[in-house]
């Protein structure tokens, strides 16, 4: 034992205090949804508290509603001399599957925080048509 001490690795406390671990970005997958019928139409509502219209993308195509939003939130400081610098990140995806629907007419509105999607059902398309038998 050399000089009966013991080595510790140096590490400071902003070593500590930017460890990766505490810096994990926010994947909010398991935003609130609800589906629900009303009349001839179903509401579909996502809360998505702090995105903007800008962030959220939907599509519908083969019966199959998609909706996905990213929000990225940064604060700009000017004058600072930053040793570190993080952005909080929230992201959402999220598809339903959906039949007999009007897609030409499906209307989405985001209120408070809220994304509400109406999506018409189509009025009865199938006909029995008789086939008559030569």
């Known amino acids: 034992m050399r000089n009966g001490l013991i080595r510790r690795p140096t590490t400071s406390i902003l070593d500590d205090f930017f460890n990766d671990d505490f810096f994990l970005p926010s994947f909010n997958s398991n935003s609130h949804l609800d589906v629900y019928q009303e009349d001839n139409k179903y509401v579909v509502e996502v809360d998505l508290p702090g995105f903007k219209k800008e ?3 939907m599509s519908f195509n083969n019966d199959l509603l998609t ?3 990213e929000h990225t939130e940064e604060k700009k400081e000017d ?3 930053y040793i570190y610098r993080s952005r909080s990140q929230s992201m959402f995806t999220r ?3 959906f039949n007999n ?3 030409t007419n499906i209307d989405a509105k985001l209120e408070e925080g809220v994304l509400k999607v109406v999506l018409p059902i189509k009025g009865e ?3 029995v048509k008789r086939i008559e038998v030569k």
């Open 79 to 81: 004058n600072k001399k």
């Open 125 to 127: 398309t199938e006909v």
């Open 55 to 57: 962030e959220i993308n």
């Open 95 to 97: 598809q339903i599957r």
């Open 101 to 103: 629907i009007d897609h």
């Open 67 to 69: 909706i996905k939003a």
